[in-house]
Nanobody
Framework: QVQLVESEGGLVQPGGSLRLSCTASGFGRGYYTIGWFRQAPGKEREGVACISSGEGATYYSNSVRGRFTLSRDNARNTVYLQMNSLKPEDTAIYYC?????????????????????WGQGTQVTVSS
C-alpha cells in the first residue's frame, strides 16, 4: 500500500520561498514517479513538477520552471519541492502524488490522471 505524507504548507509573502516535502512508502522495486500538483479555488488541478526514481529525471510545468526545484533524499524516501520567487497566483492546495513508472521524461509526468496515489494536500498561501 503506497502512502504519501506531505509537510505543512503555510503563508508566505510575495517573492518569498517555501519548501514542501513528500515522504513516500510502499513502492515496489520498479520505477516510480512523485509528482506535485496544485488546485486553486474554482480551478482545475494543475501539474507543477515531477521526479522519477532511478536517474532522477525531472519535469517542470511552464508556470513554475525556473522558480521551483525538485530534489530527493533517497535514504528518507522523501522528495522536496523548493518554491522560490512565489507569486500570489501560486496560492493553492498542493498535493503530492505517486505513479508507477518513470513519467518525468515527458509532459505525461504532470497529468493528474496518470497518478494513482495521492497525499492529503496542504495549503500554500502567497499574500502580503
Amino acid at each position: 500500500q503506497v502512502q504519501l505524507v506531505e509537510s505543512e504548507g503555510g503563508l508566505v509573502q510575495p517573492g518569498g520561498s517555501l519548501r514542501l516535502s513528500c515522504t513516500a512508502s510502499g513502492f515496489g522495486r520498479g520505477y516510480y514517479t512523485i509528482g506535485w500538483f496544485r488546485q486553486a479555488p474554482g480551478k482545475e488541478r494543475e501539474g507543477v513538477a515531477c521526479i522519477s526514481s532511478g536517474e532522477g529525471a525531472t519535469y517542470y510545468s511552464n508556470s513554475v520552471r525556473g522558480r521551483f526545484t525538485l530534489s530527493r533524499d533517497n535514504a528518507r524516501n522523501t522528495v522536496y519541492l523548493q518554491m522560490n520567487s512565489l507569486k500570489p497566483e501560486d496560492t493553492a492546495i498542493y498535493y503530492c502524488a505517486g505513479a508507477d513508472g518513470a513519467l518525468a521524461y515527458s509532459p505525461h509526468g504532470v497529468i493528474p490522471t496518470n497518478y494513482k496515489y495521492w497525499g492529503q494536500g496542504t495549503q500554500v498561501t502567497v499574500s502580503s
